[in-house]
């Protein structure tokens, strides 16, 4: 039998915006976020130089994929005292947060605690520590579009990896199946993109926030932030590529895509909400938009 604990605090955003890098300090820890500010523009998102132009607008993306220490503070977050935030002059009102169950098994399977990759949660569950964050910190977080990760990962370039497409580089700029020795790594040890994003390719995968429509590179849908969204658990969609992929894989417009393999191993009944057991290879990293989005494009991120 799974249980959900709720908190319920009513809150309000406080979010102001200077466009800069900065970290964001968690409030009762001694861990914050660096967090990189990506400028507006546009791209061919996919690879055919046919695809029509994506415009992006700014934010910021956490310059490492969120790690097991961040991940758990969210997971052990006890506070039950009403906090209340403002962004811009708008109030937003929350009525709960819910937050994972412990999970049944060590999730990190024995490959690395401190400083490395959370995984194995849920597309659900990454949606909510964005939420739980954004509660926290008086700051709107949420999962990057599929598009804002491309564009991202790419940094100003339209090659197979953001590096070029010298597929023989790979190794100064991400882990995968050939060097990662079977298992996720440290954040940041590689070099990073233009931007200063690291493991944006490879160690591993991350979560967008759409679920996967196929041929999406050619639709009209991606003419200005986009976001695909369906209310179905399958198939979200997950980029970048990990440890356990050929290095051929790890590329700038490679698409995966969830479905119910990912807990096949998972003996609850019915399946977690909060917990893949099969997805050792997927974690996530966040973003906070300039332009906070509308109330039904919030509750679309927060709840998917």
Not at 94 to 107: A, E, L, R, V
Not at 259 to 276: A, H, T, V
Request: aromatic share 18%; proline share 5%; with cysteine.
């Amino acid at each position: 039998m799974i249980f959900f604990r709720y908190i319920i605090i009513p809150f309000i955003f406080f979010q102001t915006i200077e466009k800069s890098n900065y970290l964001e300090k968690i409030p009762d820890s001694n861990y914050s976020i660096d967090m990189v500010y990506i400028p507006a523009g546009e791209y061919k998102m996919g690879n055919d130089d046919k695809n029509s132009n994506t415009k992006i607008s700014s934010f910021w993306i956490s310059k490492y994929e969120i790690t097991w220490e961040v991940f758990n503070l969210f997971m052990e977050y006890e506070n039950d005292y009403k906090l209340e935030f403002i962004v811009g002059n708008e109030k937003i009102k929350i009525d709960g947060i819910s937050k994972p169950t412990t999970p049944y098994t060590d999730m990190t399977f024995g490959m690395g605690y401190e400083g490395y990759p959370a995984v194995n949660m849920t597309h659900f569950a990454a949606s909510k520590f964005c939420k739980w964050l954004s509660l926290v910190s008086g700051n709107y977080y949420r999962l990057p579009t599929e598009a804002e990760w491309e564009y991202t990962c790419r940094a100003g370039s339209n090659s197979d990896y953001y590096f070029g497409d010298d597929i023989n580089q790979i190794d100064n700029y991400a882990w995968h199946k050939n060097n990662s020795g079977d298992k996720y790594q440290k954040v940041g040890l590689k070099e990073p993109n233009k931007w200063g994003i690291y493991d944006i390719l490879g160690n591993v995968s991350e979560w967008v926030a759409d679920s996967y429509e196929e041929n999406i590179f050619k639709s009209k849908k991606l003419r200005s932030d986009p976001f695909i969204f369906n209310k179905s658990k399958y198939p979200k969609v997950y980029r970048g590529g990990s440890w356990n992929d050929e290095p051929d894989q790890l590329l700038t417009y490679k698409r995966f895509y969830s479905n119910s393999s990912l807990q096949e191993r998972d003996p609850q009944i019915p399946k977690s909400k909060w917990w893949n057991t099969d997805a050792p290879n997927i974690g996530f990293r966040i973003v906070r938009v300039e332009n906070i989005d509308s109330e039904t494009l919030r509750d679309k991120f927060w709840n998917n």
